[in-house]
């Protein structure tokens, strides 16, 4: 409106000056005065009202970490979104961070997106092959870049892990604003503990590499201030934002607020074993699994909670009070960038999508990383007192990660469903339903679609800014979220799996699995071997466990059809050596 009165004043000027007759001057004034009537009256319809979309991931969540799931985690604000939204069931990753989240911002494969290895474990016969960069690669398309070709705004906060150099950081794949950690994983604290090695972690804003962090940071804290910071430096300008919010927590080493753990103390004393079972049970109470379900076992090899001393028991339930205070503050944080989008009044028009990007982290680091107890002890003070500060160094183990996925086969770095089946849900009432569960078989690339859908974004094809692109894999979840269609995708959709060698393909409530040998597979548990296609029926056995694959050579047969389909679409290369997961 200002800008319409300033050309009123200026033209009124302009024809009193060259002569123009009081009449002529008159006439032209009530025409603007007519716009200015109304631009008055429509200002409000010129702001973009397009979605806001923000995406949250959580960082080796397990599915039974969130309250609403029988957890005794206390996550309100995660459970108040989920019972105002839909809860996705059924809803896969990949078995490790990293693809799963070139997966999330590519809308197609992982082998074809640049991580179809990670990047800190590429095999000799890898490297160099198309598909295995170690960043998210040129070859796609970015959301993020589409989503600023579109005119919104773009922010990061939080875990990137897909590229370590500037020419691979966000601000290279379209994020306006960034301040990310680059690598997988680091300590909550400002000391730049990385998973790894001597060095400080490497953490990038705008993606200029940074030599310190704040006295006062605290990773799930800080995420959330930064990126409510980047929404309210543009709020004015109406456009939408698009806001990548991915915390580091509860990925290990295991550290939190000394305030926050405290709020858990003593609720573990009772051990893994009586927490996986009360989780197990408030499961069936609240109908989520079968009343005659069974969960996967525990591992033979790992000490029962009575055969502990009494100084290991409080260590051990130590560890799982502060993973406990971790997904605490992803929840408190969470609420608290709920409520600045309320109080601006944007919440009732942002989208939002919430996953975790693998099972939970239950490994023996020891094991599965030559060095690691060396490491550990040369950088961390690991005593009671101590475990979860900035100079501490810890993670939780088996025991308490098969508490977070029961009744679910293994965890992180497996592809059974305890390693690819993890918690998602999208909420906004303005046009989904509240309060659904859905069982539709979705996949995290999927998300791309559904985002781009939403605000009207078109995918570029197969060309994007003069360079050949893939097109994207999933599809869009909108039409069934709306009601407008029952499904997403048709009884032919086939899902694909590999990493470390590592293999599945899952096509409706058929899965194979195949596993190598290796230290910290699971040869453990009777009836389960390696080095072979393992064949589910995941309707009857939705733990894996009974393995029909001499019974049923037939459907073992066609599953096996479907991987080699898979490895000719993707272009995965199975590694000749692996080593860790």
Same mark, same amino acid.
């Given at each position: 409106?200002?800008?319409?009165?300033?050309?009123?004043?200026?033209?009124?000027?302009?024809?009193?000056? /060259?002569?123009?007759?009081?009449?002529?001057?008159?006439?032209?004034?009530?025409?603007?005065?007519?716009?200015?009537?109304?631009?008055?009256?429509?200002?409000?319809?010129?702001? !973009?009202?397009?979605?806001?979309?923000?995406?949250?991931?959580?960082?080796?969540? %397990?599915?039974?970490?969130?309250?609403?799931?029988?957890?005794?985690?206390? /996550?309100?604000?995660?459970?108040?979104?989920?019972?105002?939204?839909?809860?996705?069931?059924?809803?896969?990753?990949?078995?490790?961070?990293?693809? /799963?989240?070139?997966?999330?911002?590519?809308?197609?494969?992982?082998?074809?997106?640049?991580?179809?290895?990670?990047?800190?474990?590429?095999?000799?016969?890898?490297? %160099?092959?198309?598909?295995?960069?170690?960043?998210?690669?040129?070859?796609?398309?970015?959301?993020?870049?589409?989503?600023?070709?579109?005119?919104?705004?773009?922010?990061?906060?939080?875990?990137?892990?897909?590229?370590? =150099?500037?020419?691979?950081?966000?601000?290279?794949?379209?994020?306006?604003?960034?301040?990310?950690?680059?690598?997988?994983?680091?300590?909550?604290?400002?000391?730049?503990?990385?998973?790894?090695?001597?060095?400080?972690?490497?953490?990038?804003?705008?993606?200029?590499?940074?030599?310190?962090?704040?006295?006062?940071?605290?990773?799930?804290?800080?995420? =959330?201030?930064?990126?409510?910071?980047?929404? !309210?430096?543009?709020?004015?300008?109406?456009?939408?934002?698009?806001?990548?919010?991915?915390?580091?927590?509860?990925?290990?080493?295991?550290?939190?607020?000394? #305030?926050?753990?405290?709020?858990?103390?003593?609720?573990?004393?009772? %051990?893994?074993?009586?927490?996986?079972?009360?989780?197990?049970?408030?499961?069936?109470?609240?109908?989520?699994?079968?009343?005659?379900?069974?969960?996967?076992?525990?591992?033979?090899?790992?000490?029962?909670?009575? /055969?502990?001393?009494?100084?290991?028991?409080?260590?051990?339930?130590?560890?799982?009070?502060?993973?406990?205070?971790?997904?605490?503050?992803?929840? +408190?944080?969470?609420?608290?960038?709920?409520?600045?989008?309320?109080?601006?009044?944007?919440?009732?028009?942002?989208?939002?999508?919430?996953?975790?990007?693998?099972?939970?982290?239950?490994?023996?680091?020891?094991?599965?990383?030559?060095?690691?107890?060396?490491? +550990?002890?040369?950088?961390?003070?690991?005593?009671?007192?101590?475990?979860?500060?900035?100079?501490?160094?810890?993670?939780?183990?088996?025991?308490?990660?098969?508490?977070?996925?029961?009744?679910?086969r293994m965890y992180k770095g497996f592809t059974t469903q305890g390693g690819v089946q993890v918690p998602a849900f999208a909420h906004y009432p303005k046009s989904l339903?509240?309060?659904?569960?859905?069982?539709?078989?979705?996949?995290?690339?999927?998300?791309?679609?559904?985002?781009?859908?939403? &605000?009207g974004i078109e995918h570029p094809g197969t060309n994007y800014r003069g360079r050949d692109v893939a097109e994207m894999k999933g599809e869009s979840m909108l039409s069934?979220? =709306?009601?407008?269609?029952?499904?997403?995708?048709? #009884?032919?959709?086939?899902?694909?799996?590999?990493?470390?060698?590592?293999?599945?393909?899952?096509?409706?409530?058929?899965?194979?699995?195949?596993?190598?040998?290796?230290? +910290?597979?699971?040869?453990?548990? &009777?009836?389960?071997?390696?080095?072979?296609?393992?064949?589910?029926?995941?309707?009857?056995?939705?733990?894996?466990?009974?393995?029909?694959?001499? =019974?049923?050579?037939?459907?073992?047969?066609?599953?096996?059809?479907?991987?080699?389909?898979?490895?000719?679409?993707?272009?995965?290369?199975?590694?000749?050596?692996w080593e860790g997961y």
């Amino acid at each position: 409106m200002k800008i319409i009165l300033a050309r009123l004043v200026l033209l009124l000027f302009v024809l009193v000056m /060259t002569g123009c007759s009081k009449e002529e001057a008159e006439k032209v004034s009530s025409v603007l005065a007519k716009e200015t009537v109304t631009s008055s009256e429509t200002e409000s319809d010129t702001k !973009d009202k397009r979605p806001n979309v923000l995406l949250i991931v959580a960082d080796d969540l %397990g599915f039974n970490d969130i309250s609403l799931h029988g957890s005794e985690i206390q /996550t309100p604000n995660i459970d108040q979104l989920i019972k105002e939204g839909v809860f996705f069931s059924d809803f896969h990753v990949a078995p490790n961070c990293s693809p /799963t989240r070139a997966m999330l911002l590519s809308g197609t494969d992982n082998h074809i997106a640049g991580l179809g290895n990670m990047a800190e474990s590429l095999a000799p016969n890898q490297l %160099g092959r198309p598909g295995y960069e170690g960043h998210l690669n040129f070859n796609i398309a970015a959301l993020p870049e589409l989503f600023q070709d579109a005119g919104y705004h773009t922010y990061m906060t939080g875990k990137w892990h897909l590229g370590l =150099t500037e020419e691979t950081s966000p601000t290279a794949r379209g994020f306006e604003k960034s301040f990310i950690l680059a690598q997988g994983g680091a300590g909550a604290f400002s000391n730049m503990l990385q998973l790894f090695g001597p060095n400080k972690a490497i953490y990038r804003e705008n993606g200029k590499k940074l030599e310190s962090l704040p006295e006062d940071f605290y990773s799930t804290q800080f995420y =959330t201030d930064r990126m409510i910071e980047y929404i !309210d430096e543009n709020k004015a300008d109406d456009k939408p934002f698009f806001s990548y919010l991915a915390y580091t927590s509860p990925h290990w080493p295991l550290q939190a607020l000394r #305030e926050s753990i405290e709020k858990y103390s003593g609720v573990y004393d009772d %051990g893994y074993e009586a927490l996986k079972q009360r989780r197990f049970q408030s499961l069936k109470d609240l109908g989520l699994i079968e009343e005659d379900a069974v969960a996967f076992p525990r591992f033979s090899d790992e000490a029962g909670w009575d /055969t502990l001393s009494e100084e290991e028991k409080k260590y051990q339930a130590r560890l799982m009070e502060i993973y406990a205070a971790m997904v605490n503050d992803v929840d +408190v944080y969470i609420g608290k960038l709920i409520e600045h989008l309320k109080a601006i009044g944007e919440y009732d028009n942002t989208f939002i999508f919430f996953l975790a990007d693998n099972g939970p982290e239950a490994h023996n680091l020891e094991e599965a990383w030559e060095g690691m107890s060396e490491y +550990v002890a040369s950088c961390c003070d690991n005593s009671y007192e101590n475990i979860g500060s900035a100079n501490s160094y810890v993670w939780y183990g088996q025991n308490w990660g098969q508490a977070g996925n029961t009744p679910r086969r293994m965890y992180k770095g497996f592809t059974t469903q305890g390693g690819v089946q993890v918690p998602a849900f999208a909420h906004y009432p303005k046009s989904l339903p509240q309060g659904l569960r859905n069982n539709e078989i979705l996949h995290v690339m999927d998300v791309m679609p559904t985002l781009l859908e939403l &605000a009207g974004i078109e995918h570029p094809g197969t060309n994007y800014r003069g360079r050949d692109v893939a097109e994207m894999k999933g599809e869009s979840m909108l039409s069934m979220l =709306t009601g407008k269609s029952e499904r997403v995708h048709n #009884e032919e959709y086939v899902i694909g799996w590999e990493l470390f060698s590592k293999r599945a393909v899952r096509k409706g409530d058929w899965k194979i699995v195949y596993e190598p040998f290796h230290k +910290v597979l699971e040869p453990r548990v &009777a009836g389960i071997q390696t080095d072979k296609w393992q064949l589910y029926n995941l309707a009857q056995d939705p733990i894996e466990l009974n393995d029909l694959s001499e =019974t049923h050579s037939e459907k073992l047969a066609e599953m096996i059809a479907y991987w080699d389909q898979y490895v000719a679409d993707s272009g995965l290369v199975i590694p000749d050596s692996w080593e860790g997961y």
